[in-house]
């Protein structure tokens, strides 16, 4: 499986490394420095291209690798290497093998013949070539001498191991390449080699290891003197903690590059550091703010270039924010540029590249003007084409193909599209590159419906279903690399997977009556999106021993049923799963769209007095949701609803929908899942239920935390928890630190964890924390804190209750945080609030609730309905404002 992980880094690693061995050799003291200045100097020329999140859309396969050149026929495949012409430096050193009768310089020869038959996608041939350089360098007697081929061959065997999706033996290879290159005391190889690790471990999913080793390595280059060297690995570092999410990390190292670079006066360096910034910068979909800054910064990046190799993709992403901020006059004025210097691009991937890059952009510009017209645009493409075919690089031909069957697509030229989509995916299938082939299954599926929301012909939407159906699942077996990737620099998960999945779900259910295949197959896809979204949230696999939902309310619980609301383009879509029953199904039309109601509903929810206006409201999605299925809730005798809600849906707590006469919470229990999988769910006792308990008073006076007011009630919360007679360990306020929370939480095994503290639930895992009198415990030192209680008690904690915390304004991507929160806490369910609790109507609330948790036949989700139906039969707390925002998120029993 191709990883798309640092293509920037794979040519500057080749640029270093290729001919290391024999030229710098020859070289000492001064003239070696000087080897080396032009050595960087010339790969930051290169690296330009390929740094930008907009190079085509395409980001390649390329990892790092060293390379050794030993003879004039050698170099010359590594200049070929260099511009992007791997076909052609596949028979050069193909012909050097057959030549040399040297077995060191044939492994050297076999591992750099890996390195371009990896780019061409040829995969097992490249494994062939370093199988063999392996074979050949273990019937060598062993010396120090041969070191640096050693470590050359580690570093490409790494590379095509991740590329066959072997993570675990690709960090083995570059933990050895690494240790190698230390050996030889080569610094800079040493740092690029456990860089790879780093990618090694991210798609391992073992981020803390990750962050580890990059924090590792930022003091190791502190050591460093200045050099041009060092400024290329500050930005490689910057680079790397971006795709592993630390963001202000990566500011600061970029930022150290970059006056590095300034320090000694390296245009080509300065250039490519001010792009890296932009890419940092540049957000799909940011603020005008965000995008405005990127735009200075390419702006920056084009001025300091003077090759035409790293101005056009400064431009390339300059055009694309300018078309964006819908700049157009600065857009029509800067394409003809770009279009006249990309002639003077050497031949090559990156130049092929470039091309479609730009016809990308003219076609955005064709949408709000009528020039450049499609002609212009379809000769670029044709002109990448025959480029493409003359160098041999069938991934390349893959991407401009694909690209022409979009434009014939746009043009609505459906023939011609397919054929040209067809020929796009043949191609991508042949070098497995399962990244693009994704693509072009979507770009088929589209075009076999005309680009209609209908599709017009049974034939048309059974192949349609077909297409959609393999993007899918291309992108199920490919999830782990986009979704471990930052979503905001790599991509963005709305625009490049999303649609995918929802589309899908759309052909399933298009007939009126769907088959049983259809309903259970949209619920399938609808359930995996909203895994990737969690994961997205998280950058991290979310695997844990589960039980299907479906095998829990056939068997175990047959009191509960699953409502699945899926948001589409033109309606709402709900699935229904009774106990031992065929899946049911229903659409609405909402006269007014989903997102208005449910941002209205939301407001008004939190306003005291808006009685008319939540109930009005709260009926329209009752209306959606419920009203369809009564009959079929009270024929199977449904105490219980378990929803999986998408989008805007998720931040309204279902428990507040209005009947016309009462509220749901006053005929059901409620709770939310996010998929078709839930951790084993068992019932709690409250004679051998253990509770941890922590409550904070005061927030801490930093700059880290402010905007908190006092909780006067937590601790009369806390305690009306112990009057109920069960057991509680508590830690209150300035002894509730991190570390003694932690040294708590590991001192037994507790059933329920209590945090009567503030925090949120942000947008972004960086965002969402709960506040201890040290300072914020983020979601991330979650999976840390309980990860020895995980490890060493019998059984994972059942409940975490946040009674203090909320989402920070509402959005649904929010949400993710309270399930996140479970994640990595490892624990069974969680109760937390949608908005922002009133500290006094919270101890009542607390009270009831732990009154009933525990009880023979009373489940948490039904002890959680008989305390919020406490405050709505009292006078004063009657308002949804106070009763409706706690949500039960995971195991109900």
């Not at 405050?871 to 949500?887: E, F, Q, S």
């Given at each position: ?8 880094l ?16 020859k ?5 070696r420095?000087?080897?080396?200045y ?64 040297d ?12 390195l ?36 050359q061959v ?28 230390q ?30 080793l990059?924090?590792n390595?930022?003091?190791?280059l ?49 250039a ?55 700049q ?22 990156s ?23 499609p002609?212009?645009?379809g000769?670029?493409?044709t ?19 694909g ?47 005309q ?15 077909a ?92 009191t ?18 009774r ?21 209205r ?27 369809p299925?009564?009959?079929?809730l ?25 009947d ?32 941890l ?38 830690i ?6 991190t ?34 009198a ?17 490890q ?6 059942d ?15 929010e ?19 949608l908005?922002?609790l ?56």
């Amino acid at each position: 499986m191709a990883r798309k992980w640092f293509v920037f880094l794979c040519y500057l690693y080749t640029f270093l490394t290729w001919g290391w061995m024999v030229r710098v050799k020859k070289l000492a003291g001064k003239q070696r420095q000087k080897f080396w200045y032009g050595v960087l100097a010339c790969l930051t020329t290169l690296l330009c291209i390929f740094v930008s999140p907009v190079v085509a859309g395409d980001t390649g396969s390329q990892g790092l690798t060293a390379s050794v050149v030993a003879s004039s026929q050698e170099q010359a495949a590594k200049n070929l290497y260099l511009t992007g012409r791997f076909a052609e430096a596949v028979k050069l050193l193909q012909q050097a093998y057959q030549r040399s009768g040297d077995q060191v310089e044939k492994t050297v020869i076999l591992s750099n013949l890996a390195l371009n038959l990896h780019q061409l996608g040829r995969i097992d041939e490249a494994t062939g070539a370093i199988e063999e350089a392996i074979a050949i360098l273990q019937k060598i007697p062993k010396s120090s001498q041969h070191l640096p081929v050693w470590a050359q061959v580690w570093d490409v065997k790494g590379n095509l191991e991740l590329a066959k999706g072997k993570a675990e033996a690709a960090l083995s290879s570059w933990e050895t390449a690494a240790s190698l290159y230390q050996q030889l005391k080569d610094s800079n190889r040493a740092i690029l080699a456990q860089i790879n690790q780093a990618q090694a471990l991210q798609a391992l999913g073992l981020y803390r290891r990750e962050i580890s080793l990059l924090q590792n390595l930022t003091t190791d280059l502190q050591k460093q003197p200045d050099s041009l060297a060092k400024a290329a690995s500050f930005r490689n570092l910057g680079e790397a903690l971006v795709l592993a999410g630390d963001l202000q990390q990566a500011q600061k190292h970029l930022q150290e590059s970059l006056k590095i670079a300034q320090k000694l006066r390296s245009p080509e360096t300065i250039a490519t550091i001010y792009l890296s910034l932009g890419n940092l910068a540049y957000i799909p979909g940011s603020s005008t703010k965000q995008k405005k800054t990127a735009l200075a910064y390419y702006e920056k990046a084009a001025i300091s270039s003077t090759t035409a190799t790293s101005k056009i993709p400064a431009q390339l992403n300059l055009l694309r924010l300018l078309i964006e901020l819908e700049q157009w006059s600065a857009a029509q004025a800067l394409y003809p540029e770009i279009q006249s210097q990309i002639a003077n691009l050497p031949l090559g991937r990156s130049a092929i590249y470039a091309q479609v890059n730009l016809a990308q952009r003219l076609l955005e510009i064709r949408q709000k003007f009528p020039a450049p017209n499609p002609e212009t645009i379809g000769k670029i493409l044709t002109v990448a084409r025959q480029q493409a075919q003359q160098l041999q690089d069938v991934r390349s031909e893959s991407f401009v193909l694909g690209n022409l069957g979009h434009l014939y697509e746009l043009s609505q030229q459906w023939s011609i599209a397919q054929d040209l989509t067809k020929q796009a995916l043949n191609l991508s299938q042949s070098i497995q590159a399962p990244d693009i082939a994704y693509r072009w299954y979507w770009q088929l599926g589209r075009i076999l419906c005309q680009g209609k929301p209908q599709c017009n012909q049974e034939g048309d939407i059974t192949e349609a279903i077909a297409a959609y159906t393999q993007a899918f699942n291309t992108l199920q077996n490919i999830r782990s690399d986009l979704i471990a990737t930052n979503r905001n620099v790599q991509f963005s998960f709305r625009e490049t997977v999303e649609p995918v999945y929802r589309r899908l779900v759309d052909l399933l259910l298009q007939s009126s009556v769907p088959s049983q295949e259809n309903l259970i197959q949209a619920r399938n896809v609808i359930e995996a999106l909203q895994v990737a979204k969690l994961q997205n949230y998280l950058q991290q696999a979310c695997e844990d021993t589960k039980l299907a939902l479906d095998k829990v309310i056939d068997s175990q619980d047959q009191t509960s049923a699953v409502i699945y609301a899926i948001i589409l383009n033109d309606r709402l879509e709900v699935i229904l799963k009774r106990p031992n029953q065929k899946l049911s199904h229903y659409a609405t039309l909402p006269e007014q769209k989903i997102g208005e109601v449910v941002s209205r509903l939301y407001e008004n929810l939190q306003e005291e007095g808006s009685y008319e206006q939540v109930q009005q409201d709260g009926l329209k999605v009752y209306n959606w949701l419920i009203q369809p299925i009564e009959k079929e809730l009270k024929a199977s005798t449904i105490k219980n609803l378990i929803f999986v809600l998408d989008g805007p849906l998720r931040k309204i707590p279902m428990a507040s929908l209005y009947d016309g006469q009462q509220y749901l919470v006053e005929k059901y229990s409620v709770s939310l899942a996010l998929g078709l999988q839930v951790r084993e769910p068992k019932p709690l006792h409250r004679e051998t239920m253990k509770i941890l308990a922590a409550s904070l008073t005061e927030p801490p006076k930093n700059q880290e935390i402010s905007g908190f007011s006092r909780l006067a009630n937590v601790s009369v919360e806390v305690k009306e928890i112990k009057k109920t007679g069960l057991a509680v360990n508590w830690i209150a306020d300035q002894e509730f630190t991190t570390k003694n929370f932690n040294k708590k939480l590991n001192t037994s095994n507790f059933e329920v964890v209590h945090l009567a503290t503030h925090g949120l639930f942000g947008e972004n895992r960086e965002n969402t924390f709960v506040v201890t009198a040290d300072g914020k415990l983020k979601i991330d030192d979650f999976d840390q804190l309980f990860s020895n209680q995980k490890q060493n008690r019998k059984q994972k904690i059942d409940l975490l209750v946040l009674s203090a915390c909320q989402t920070a304004t509402g959005n649904d991507q929010e949400v993710m945080g309270i399930a996140g929160t479970i994640v990595q806490a490892g624990a069974s369910s969680a109760i937390a609030s949608l908005w922002d609790l009133d500290d006094e109507a919270s101890v009542p609330f607390i009270k009831a609730f732990y009154q009933h948790l525990g009880q023979p036949n009373i489940s948490r989700a039904e002890a959680l309905r008989l305390a919020q139906q406490s405050l709505l039969k009292n006078p004063k707390y009657d308002h949804p404002r106070y009763w409706a925002p706690y949500v039960l998120v995971g195991s109900w029993l």
